[in-house]
């Protein structure tokens, strides 16, 4: 087998992935300010979710960084302090989106909404599996970083991957689409604000994909 030079095709998927997932951390920070900007200071709500973004902006680097070590065959130690602190943050990242996620489903369930169930039921089954699919990307890559030579740990990865991307577009067309009876219409800025934050964490999510599908070791 001829190797692959520095510059061969794995290469620039693995560029193009961090590079994605750094701009989609960024990015992440920036919608939670402008969530809690738009709904104003006084809202609790609005700080939950500010807080939920803070923490999954954070959750988000300590990935990419592990994921840049995987991606170039690079084992990181069962200890690697980036690795520990990801294995435990992202469940409190996790619980609090579950907090919000049973908030928003009682709000459904109270029938105070005027909004058609069937759009609420999916809206909320969306939401679920995306936060669900969510947490198992991080647990696949926590475990499969110190043996990036496991088929098995990247084939469980490559999964969560594959069904994280279509949930991530279905959530972002749920957070543009107005639900008659759920929300108003969004105003210009935040379709823009919304839609482009959507279109970047489905970029980021296959890139990714593709950087572990094609990385040192990949079959």
Do not use: C
Request: proline residues 7%; charged residues 10%.
């Amino acid at each position: 087998m001829t190797p692959r030079g520095p510059a061969g095709p794995p290469d620039r998927w693995r560029t193009a992935a961090l590079a994605a997932l750094w701009a989609l951390a960024a990015a992440t920070l920036g919608l939670g300010a402008y969530s809690l900007w738009r709904a104003g200071l006084t809202d609790q709500f609005a700080w939950l979710a500010t807080l939920r973004a803070l923490l999954a902006a954070v959750v988000l680097v300590w990935w990419t960084q592990l994921l840049a070590r995987y991606t170039r065959a690079a084992p990181t130690p069962e200890e690697d302090g980036v690795r520990r602190s990801l294995r435990a943050l992202f469940p409190w990242l996790t619980s609090l989106r579950l907090a919000l996620w049973a908030l928003s489903a009682l709000a459904y369930l109270s029938g105070q909404l005027n909004a058609n169930p069937v759009a609420l039921a999916a809206i909320a089954s969306i939401e679920l599996g995306f936060i669900l699919a969510k947490n198992a990307g991080y647990g696949s890559l926590v475990r499969a970083a110190p043996h990036p030579e496991d088929p098995h740990a990247r084939a469980r990865l490559l999964s969560w991957l594959n069904v994280t991307a279509p949930l991530s577009l279905a959530l972002g067309v749920v957070n543009v689409v107005p639900v008659a009876g759920l929300s108003g219409a969004p105003d210009a800025v935040s379709l823009t604000v919304y839609g482009l934050h959507a279109l970047l964490d489905v970029t980021a999510t296959l890139l990714a994909l593709k950087a572990v599908q094609t990385a040192p070791g990949a079959p």
